[in-house]
């Protein structure tokens, strides 16, 4: 592959939170408008946050927070407010996450992130981050109605998360909670565009843990026993089962190859409609990923194609060596893959918006959506898990 064909990067990210409220499927009927999360009694709901927002609605909440569809009185737009409750801002651990996740993506300077406007405390402790409004769906939400999705499609819309962590990386960023909840979906004129959401738990990389050492706080570990297996898991794992990478599950700290297992994970699904681990429990879940095999697509999907086999099970491989050492490998490979089933053909084409005709590919639907004026905003707080 020559150096242009690999060349060219560019990632669509946003900032969003998740939860499971909305169910509307994007690819057979059109987005329903935004009904508020409320009935009025919120008491955000009318107030100036700052002398600058105007709070709308609520769309979202969560455990610390909520997300607001608010306008920036002085422009006239919509914009989207993330507000930390009074009570969750006055706890040091929150408060420094709420504030590392608003430092997280502002410093990822693309065109493909989600603009930060503002970012404060009002008078009476509540702290805000004011965002770009966008609208789109989850990936969630579009593997439950689609899939599993059609090969040129599930390929279109893993390059353009590979382009998101190769602009993440270049930050010094690691995400550390890629999942499909995270990933936002944005219908375009032409094809889909994938937003990269949520750095919550997004971490600072330090040169030195480039190839994967360190632990985090200097996790301990349980020992437990799966199926006659002795596994060794962190007992404070923050992420999301499924998607964390072995040896973060293990207590080493998150880096670059442990996103790049993430985006196998998404690719899985993407291809198959399935997770490649889903215990009945989280701690079952780990456990899964510590001492089974990811099966290649090809086993639940028999039209996959070995290449797109190989990309999943290198992508995902339990030894972090042995995955694709960073998020532009990763890129080429998806290219690679795409120009062998189609010659000629990029996931990308070279447009603004990254979109591309997958005339060589099995076309992807094309989701049907209104301008309503709302988005599918979601709100949650990535759990701390324990197996």
Known sequence: MTSRQCGTAVAWLTYVMSSSSHSSCPTTRPLQRHRPLDDGRDPLIGRF???????????????YGSVYRAEQVALHRD?????????????????????????????????????????????DGLLFLAME????????????????LPLGQAIDLIAQLAMALEAIHAAGLVHADLKSDNLLVQPLPRGQLVKVVDFGIARWLEPAEAGGAGSVDGAALDVM????????????????????????????????????????????????GELPFVGRHAGETLRQQLVAPVLPPSLTRPEVPEILDDLVLRATARDPGARYADATELR??????AMELS?????YGVSTYGTYDASGLEPAPRARTEDTGESLYHTTTTSDVSA
């Open 49 to 63: 946050l700052d002398q600058k927002f105007r709070i709308i609605q609520r769309i979202g909440h969560g455990a």
């Open 79 to 123: 914009v989207a407010i993330k507000v930390l409750d009074a009570g969750a801002a006055a706890e040091p651990d929150l408060a420094e996450r709420f504030n590392r996740e608003a430092c997280a993506v502002s410093r990822v300077h693309h065109p493909n992130i989600v603009s930060i406007f503002d970012f404060g405390q009002t008078d």
């Open 133 to 148: 409004y966008i609208h789109g769906v989850t990936l969630t939400e579009l593997v439950a109605c689609t899939a599993p």
């Open 225 to 272: 026993a799966v199926d006659g297996d002795e596994v060794a898991i962190a007992s404070h794992v923050r992420g999301t089962p499924g998607y964390i990478a072995p040896e973060v599950i293990r207590g080493a700290a998150p880096t670059r190859t442990a996103d790049v297992y993430a985006a196998g994970v998404v690719l899985h699904l993407l291809l198959t």
């Open 332 to 337: 080429c490979a998806i290219e690679a893959a």
């Open 343 to 347: 010659p000629g053909s990029l996931p």
